[in-house]
C-alpha cells in the first residue's frame, strides 16, 4: 500500500492505492479518531481517498473485512504523517529575484520567484536522507523531525 502525497496536509485529500490482484472487501483503519472504513475492491490494484482533519501521525491498516465472502488476504500498515497547513510569510525586504531568502539548510517553498508586493513564500527545511528502519517499524516524518515508529502486531 503507498498513500500520496506523504507527508501529507490537513484538509487535502490523500490518494491510498492497494496492490495485488483480483478483487476483495477490505476494512481501512485510520486510527486517531477516524472512523474505519470498508470498501470493496473490484480489481486490484485499487486506489482511494481520505481527507484528514487532524494533524498526526497516522498508522493506517488495510485488513480483510470480516464478515465478508470474498476478503483480502493479509494485512498491510503505513505510518502518514498530516501535517497542519504551513503559514506564508512575506518575502523580506531586499531579496532579488532568483535569490534563496532563506537561511541556510532551508529552501523556499510556495509562490516563488518575485519578492515584490504581494508575493508570499515558505521556507521549508532541507529533507534529510531518509534512514533505514529495522523489522517492525515505519518511516515516519514530521515538521519537528524524523525516525521510526513500531508497527501494532
Known sequence: MSASPSPAVTGQPVTFTLLGSGGCEFSVVYGGGEPTEHRVAGQLPHTFTKTFRTAGIYLVTVKPREPSSNPCQG???????????ATARPAPPGVR???????????????????????????????????????????????FGFGCQAVPQ
Open 75 to 85: 494485512d498491510t500498515t503505513i505510518a502518514l504523517t498530516v501535517d497542519a497547513p
Open 97 to 143: 529575484p532568483g535569490e534563496n531568502p532563506c537561511p541556510s539548510g532551508w529552501h523556499p517553498r510556495g509562490a516563488v520567484g518575485t519578492y515584490k508586493g504581494s508575493k508570499t513564500f515558505l521556507c521549508a527545511p532541507d529533507r534529510p536522507p531518509r534512514i533505514q528502519c529495522g523489522p517492525s517499524t515505519v518511516y515516519v516524518e514530521t515538521n
